[in-house]
C-alpha cells in the first residue's frame, strides 16, 4: 500500500487547511485510516481516525475544529482542519490498516499556523 498526503502549508492563526491523503494498492475494502501528527520535539499522536464504514474519532484537543471523511471509490481520506492554532504545527501522516497487516504509513505533508 502506497499513501501520498497533500494539501500543509503555512497560515495563520484562525485559518483553515485541507489534507487529502490518496491510498493505492491493495487496500482492502475494510481498513481504518488515520491522521497523526508530530509536533518538534514531540511523540506523534493520532489526530483523528475514521473507519470504511464511516465511524470517527478525534483526539479531545482536535474536536469541534478538525473532520475527518473519507472518499472509498477514491481511496482517500481528508482532515478539514478549522480554527487552525499554533499548537497545530507540525507533520502531518496518513495511515491505513488493514486486519492481518502492520500499518502502512505515508510521507509527511507540513502544518505550520504562525501567531
Known amino acids: 500500500v502506497q499513501l501520498q498526503a497533500s494539501g500543509g502549508g503555512l497560515v495563520q492563526t484562525g485559518d483553515s487547511l485541507r489534507l487529502s491523503c490518496v491510498a493505492s494498492?491493495?487496500?482492502?475494502?475494510?481498513?481504518?485510516m488515520d491522521w497523526y501528527r508530530q509536533a518538534p520535539g514531540k511523540q506523534r499522536e493520532m489526530v483523528a481516525s475514521?473507519?470504511?464504514?464511516?465511524?470517527?474519532t478525534y483526539e479531545d484537543s482536535v474536536k469541534g475544529r478538525f473532520t475527518i471523511s473519507r472518499d472509498n471509490d477514491k481511496n482517500t481520506v481528508y482532515l478539514q482542519m478549522n480554527n487552525l492554532k499554533p499548537e497545530d504545527t507540525g507533520a502531518y501522516y496518513c495511515?491505513?490498516?488493514?486486519?492481518?497487516?502492520?500499518?502502512?504509513w505515508g510521507q509527511g505533508t507540513q502544518v505550520t499556523v504562525s501567531s
Open positions: 494498492g491493495r487496500t482492502s475494502s475494510i481498513n481504518v
Open positions: 475514521i473507519s470504511s464504514g464511516g465511524r470517527t
Open positions: 495511515t491505513l490498516r488493514r486486519v492481518g497487516f502492520g500499518p502502512s
